[in-house]
């Protein structure tokens, strides 16, 4: 695990390779990095995504607190550049996507509706982008 370093400004920023995986969305690129290398860049931000993505689903399960749109939008994109790149077996996509219907049913069956109004249309929209992201990689791939 020595590949593995903390970043000095972000406690939870991890850098392998020398590629922040905070970033790894917006600006990854392979190159000039050899095989050996790019298998524990992409095991990394697997784990960051999936750590994130129960998080997520923490707090949409949670009643007293609040989703926050940013930090879904940083896992959906995180998502997508892992997606692109192949990181999921088909049994993990299909578990994501019972979470994602899960979260969705749980606040909208909630007796607060107050308190989940907002989270179910954020749970909503977070199930179509991360749906539309499936069907953009199976159409892009046949």
Known sequence: ???I???PTDKSSTCVHGIDIDTFATSYSTAGLSR???RPVKAAASRMFLSRFVDLHWDFFNTSSSVDC???K???DLFDT???ESSFSDGLLIKMACINAFSLWN???SKDSKSSGNKVVVALANMLAFGSSLA???KNTI
């Open 136 to 138: 953009s990689h199976v």
């Open 36 to 38: 050996e290398q790019i």
């Open 107 to 109: 606040l909208y069956q």
């Open 5 to 7: 370093t903390s970043q």
């Open 1 to 3: 695990r020595s590949w």
């Open 74 to 76: 940083k896992v959906l």
């Open 82 to 84: 892992l997606l692109e």
């Open 70 to 72: 940013t930090k879904m």
